[in-house]
């Protein structure tokens, strides 16, 4: 009886010991149609992780119940607890949701409507200054231009038009604002030492890092309106989410 109880005990802790163990698993990363290349993946459980190839395909070890991390720039992080199920497919699909892109400011202008009253004289003036437009933005210039005139003279118009071109020369080019960067705002606001001691990042991690931060949209609000309190309390947070992607393992 005792050889019986102890040969059935054993077969359970073999078969435990098989259900445990390692396993590959073989996957796909896609988003709307697209395969996503060089995407993330963590196994948060074991500590190991990889990359998608140029077809969106990655094998990594898992045990049932792993915790699995996915990620890529510009793309929601995606968590996910392999099963039993998943590993005997050994061929997960795994989709991935596009962050929304940050519109540009768009300016609305009012347009005066005209509308007439008793003073005459006032109407006139709006008049003249409406027949003035219409005459620039529409045929009267370039008519002006060749030689020829419709509708008679506008000495209005031409006396704008005389005043407009000395005054564009006189006017110096103004230089467009270069675009500053999240990268380089953060290393001129925190020293090498914050990054190194602080944040106990290597050195060949601080660019990988930075990249990280870039994608989350906060940085934006950042470059607009930074101060070295904000920006540290910034790469702190963001700090604890680097920390558990792994992202500088292979």
Request: proline content about 2%; charged content about 30%; some cysteine.
């Amino acid at each position: 009886m005792k050889v019986k109880l102890l040969l059935a005990l054993s077969l359970f802790v073999c078969q435990f010991s098989f259900s445990q163990a390692e396993k590959h698993l073989k996957g796909v990363i896609s988003s709307e149609s697209f395969l996503l290349v060089n995407a993330l993946v963590i196994n948060k459980t074991s500590q190991k992780s990889t990359k998608t190839n140029d077809r969106g395909e990655f094998v990594i070890t898992v045990k049932a119940n792993d915790s699995l991390l996915f990620y890529a720039k510009d793309y929601y992080l995606k968590r996910l607890k392999v099963s039993e199920e998943q590993i005997g497919q050994n061929n997960l699909q795994v989709v991935m949701i596009k962050k929304p892109e940050e519109l540009d400011e768009v300016v609305v202008e009012k347009i005066h409507s005209i509308k007439l009253s008793n003073d005459k004289k006032y109407e006139q003036s709006k008049l003249d200054g409406y027949a003035t437009e219409k005459f620039d933005n529409r045929e009267g210039y370039q008519t002006m231009r060749e030689g020829t005139f419709v509708n008679g003279l506008n000495f209005v118009t031409i006396g704008k038009k005389l005043l407009d071109l000395f005054t564009k020369e006189k006017e110096p080019e103004k230089e467009a604002q270069p675009e500053i960067e999240f990268a380089t705002l953060a290393k001129n606001t925190c020293d090498q030492k914050f990054f190194t001691d602080s944040l106990k990042l290597k050195p060949e991690e601080i660019e990988l890092f930075l990249q990280f931060c870039d994608a989350d949209p906060k940085s934006k609000g950042l470059i607009e309106n930074s101060n070295i309190l904000s920006m540290m309390d910034f790469l702190s947070a963001k700090n604890v989410e680097f920390r558990e992607l792994n992202s500088y393992e292979k």
